[in-house]
């Protein structure tokens, strides 16, 4: 390009932009065999040398590359008809073979069942300490936990269905690796390396990876709000306006988070008025859970007022709110409605507008969740 000439981005230009951006984030990558899938042999043959390539179908039946081989032809060997050239290549194509991988749970099984060790003096040595642990019932394998829960042995290959299905399935919270680990081991599976696993598959997702927390706060003190027994306090908030609204025209969540058993509601709402909130009170908590004794609010016009005060009085419901001077007082609501919000974002993905139809899913997934006091 000559210095003075005006530089125009065109359509040409965007195009090979495009490319080279789709390249660079696809570099060509050897894949592994898999095993059962066949494998799909080129040969080339040209005047001064042979190219193969090993290749095999992924999982979206696109070809994908598991091994080159190219060699220049020296000597005799110049001399050789191309089809005598292929012949050559295909005798001296590497074989590849897959080995595969043992099922961890066949040593136990063998042992449990015939007594049969491993060969190997190491393998012996671990089974025999290790086998203790498993127990054999109906043919299927069982590991007993440290709280005496037998845990059902499950291969790698099935392990990693069960992780994504506990992180990103239909009640899947997104939950970091340890989190999700003690999960899965909650829902009553074990194979030696799902702590592992379950970090990787963490660490990899897509959509945890989009909707990250970034933490540009100082360290604080918590102010922990206690509760002597289950539905004796909820905290309650509104989360919203939300944008964009429902595709059935919701904007709004009402939730209210029990402060002893952490266990949570909430409903979508066009729009909240001082009635809606008296509505949902009594529809959601008293004719669920029975009366509490309080309710915490913020200092919102929505929850202190005429009608939101004579319910409280009927029923003798005392109401809280946090004053400016303790605005932790509410955090425990607060605190779910962040989660909420969390996991709602996470499980919204594709259509934005359909939020109010996850809520459930979101509040499910909320309920299984691993908690660790704090
Ligand atoms: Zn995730």
């Not at 008809?81 to 066949?106: A, C, G, M």
């Not at 992180?167 to 592992?196: C, D, E, F, N, S």
């Not at 969390?342 to 309920?367: M, Q, S």
Request: with cysteine; net charge positive.
């Amino acid at each position: 390009m000559k210095k003075d000439t005006p530089f125009e981005w065109d359509e040409s230009c965007r195009r090979a932009f495009q490319n080279i951006k789709g390249y660079l984030m696809k570099p060509p990558m050897l894949m592994a065999p898999a095993p059962g899938k066949p494998l799909l042999l080129y040969i080339a043959s040209q005047e001064k040398s042979l190219g193969t390539l090993l290749a095999r179908n992924d999982d979206q039946g696109k070809e994908r590359e598991l091994y080159y081989l190219i060699r220049t032809m020296v000597g005799a060997e110049l001399k050789y008809s191309p089809i005598e050239k292929t012949w050559e290549e295909e005798t001296n194509l590497v074989s590849v073979y897959v080995i595969e991988e043992e099922d961890w749970r066949q040593q136990f099984l063998d042992y449990l069942e015939h007594k049969k060790l491993p060969e190997e003096l190491k393998a012996r040595a671990y089974v025999r300490r290790v086998a203790p642990q498993f127990y054999l019932f109906n043919n299927t394998l069982y590991r007993r936990s440290y709280d005496g829960i037998l845990l059902r042995c499950v291969s790698k290959e099935e392990g990693q269905v069960i992780l994504a299905e506990a992180h990103g399935g239909i009640y899947g919270a997104h939950q970091a690796g340890p989190k999700l680990h003690l999960q899965v081991k909650q829902l009553g599976y074990y194979w030696p390396t799902m702590l592992r696993d379950a970090m990787e598959l963490a660490r990899h997702c897509t959509t945890c990876q989009l909707h990250a927390n970034y933490i540009h706060q100082p360290p604080i003190p918590l102010h922990p709000t206690m509760a002597s027994w289950p539905f004796g306090a909820r905290g309650m908030d509104i989360i919203g306006p939300i944008t964009p609204k429902s595709s059935a025209n919701h904007q709004y969540i009402l939730a209210a988070t029990d402060y002893f058993s952490k266990w949570a509601e909430a409903t979508a709402y066009k729009e909240v008025k001082a009635a809606t909130v008296v509505d949902f009170i009594r529809t959601q908590i008293v004719y669920r859970y029975g009366v509490p004794r309080y309710i915490m609010t913020d200092n919102g016009t929505l929850f202190l007022n005429k009608t939101m005060d004579n319910f409280c009085e009927k029923f003798g419901i005392q109401q809280r709110t946090s004053t400016a001077y303790n605005p932790a007082a509410n955090g425990l609501a607060e605190g779910f409605n962040k989660m909420l919000c969390k996991i709602l974002k996470k499980t919204v993905v594709g259509n934005k507008k359909d939020w109010h139809e996850r809520l459930g899913e979101a509040l499910w997934a909320y309920r299984i969740t691993f908690c660790t006091p704090t």
